[in-house]
């Protein structure tokens, strides 16, 4: 919820319109698309989120599974999450750059 939050904010700041939010995190999911309510820890999370999707013409938020995602997910992990929003520059390191590489190159990846 905190990387849709940021990414949200780094969208409007860019002055981007259109953004396609996606999460391996399918309760995140849920809640965004107003198809399950949020838990009182997030709650104000979330209605800081609704209030930033105002600001854009269309956001679409979407689950995807984490395999589909195998950056995201090394990143994640690699750069567990702070109150410090990163920005990484290319060559990211043999790891992320090979996935880079791969996700570039349409490599799929079976889902365990």
Known sequence: ???VERGLK????????RIMVQTDSMQVARILNGLTY??????SMVQHI???RGSFEEVTVQHVYR???KVADALA??????????FFAYPMGNVIDSLLHNDANGTLYLRM
Do not use: D, F, Q
């Open 77 to 86: 992990t690699t750069y567990p999450a702070t109150n410090v929003t990163t």
């Open 38 to 43: 949020p838990t009182w820890r997030v709650e």
């Open 1 to 3: 919820m905190i990387a």
């Open 50 to 52: 609704k209030a930033l």
């Open 10 to 17: 780094l969208a409007e700041h860019m002055g981007l319109r």
């Open 67 to 69: 395999e589909a995602n």
